[in-house]
């Protein structure tokens, strides 16, 4: 009984400690690891193929999780661009197959 009561004061107290930390600004979440201009150099390395995930993840002092996670944000965030890029390419190249038809 009693330890429950002590428990609802501390979740009591828990709330209103993040309801005055939020008010005051300090409640953000955890900071990202990378900036965005790292983040985008980390996947412009990777990308190169120089690099391994293990060797760029020791470069940039992060876990290999993080380089994974952005080469998925890069690959969501140009996603659009990449079918377009795709698209042209191929629009580019002739076709083989759609030649004039030789008789032999």
Do not use: C, W
Request: aromatic share 4%; net charge positive.
């Amino acid at each position: 009984m009693v330890a429950e009561f002590e428990a609802d004061l501390i979740r009591m107290r828990t709330v209103e400690g993040m309801r005055v930390a939020k008010a005051k600004g300090h409640l953000r979440g955890k900071l990202p690891k990378l900036s965005v201009r790292q983040e985008a150099h980390l996947v412009e390395l990777m990308n190169s193929g120089r690099y391994s995930t293990g060797e760029a993840a020791e470069l940039f002092g992060v876990a290999r999780s993080t380089v994974y996670r952005a080469q998925q944000g890069a690959l969501a965030k140009g996603a659009g661009t990449a079918a377009t890029d795709r698209d042209r390419v191929a629009a580019e190249k002739p076709d083989p197959g759609s030649g004039p038809i030789v008789a032999v």
